[in-house]
């Protein structure tokens, strides 16, 4: 079954760090780019980062640079996702993606049911 | 970096309704525009891609236009099933973005 599965949420303090994983089945993992989304309770969709399929290439949301550092280890077809210096603002559902791209077309076509981080003291 | 911008933020409307929601960029995209369904408590699928192209399983009823800054995602009897926020997205280059939403209640 083509599946994503996330796992790593948690309830952290300001200033703390957390490490979300993402394991992917049924596909070729490392074909295919894969993102992070976040979704803040009651909000809107936010874009975190990407990573490209061989790891080598990534992209952040200004709102994450320097703090988030997404990863990705093929053999064992897990996304990760490093969170430093956490702020109350990060609080959000966190989706792992993945990318369906052919011919300059591209979308999330694969999503995983997300994993909660909380972060308050 | 690319702004979306959706509109309405919200919309009620009746089973039947012809419904429509706006998508506007802050630069040109081209066609590469994406529209999702958000149901509530579940994860946001795909609808339409490349601006047009209606993905394998969705529903007829929905259809989307545009290219460049202004694109559409036009529901054309609106179905229970319906009740949703739908959500843009901008392919069209890194970082990526969303619009913030549409909440259609039935």
């Known amino acids: 079954e083509v599946q994503l599965l996330e796992s790593g949420g948690a309830l952290i303090q300001p200033g703390g760090s957390l490490r979300l994983s993402c394991a992917a089945s049924?596909?070729?993992?490392?074909?295919?780019?894969m993102s992070w989304v976040r979704q803040a309770p009651g909000k809107g969709l936010e874009w975190v980062s990407t990573?490209?399929?061989?790891?080598?290439?990534?992209y952040y949301a200004d709102s994450v640079k320097g703090r988030f550092t997404i990863s990705r280890d093929n053999s064992k077809n897990t996304l990760h996702l490093q969170m430093n210096s956490l702020r109350a603002e990060d609080t959000a559902v966190y989706y792992c993606a993945k990318h369906w791209s052919s011919g300059g077309i591209r979308y999330f076509d694969l999503w995983g049911r997300g994993t909660l981080v909380t972060v308050s003291s | 970096d690319i702004q979306m911008t959706q509109s309405p933020s919200s919309l009620s409307a009746s089973v039947g309704d012809r419904v429509t929601i706006t998508c506007r960029a802050s630069?040109?995209?081209?066609?590469?525009l994406n529209w999702y369904q958000q149901k509530p408590g579940k994860v946001p699928d795909i609808l339409i891609y490349a601006a047009s192209s209606l993905q394998s399983g969705v529903p007829s009823r929905f259809s989307g236009s545009g290219s460049g800054t202004d694109f559409t995602l036009t529901i054309s009897s609106l179905q229970p099933e319906d009740f949703a926020t739908y959500y843009c997205?901008?392919?069209?280059?890194?970082?990526?973005?969303f619009g913030g939403g549409t909440k259609v209640e039935i």
């Open positions: 990573i490209s399929g061989g790891g080598g290439i990534t």
């Open positions: 049924g596909f070729t993992f490392s074909s295919y780019a």
């Open positions: 997205q901008q392919s069209y280059s890194n970082p990526l973005s």
């Open positions: 630069q040109s995209i081209s066609s590469s």
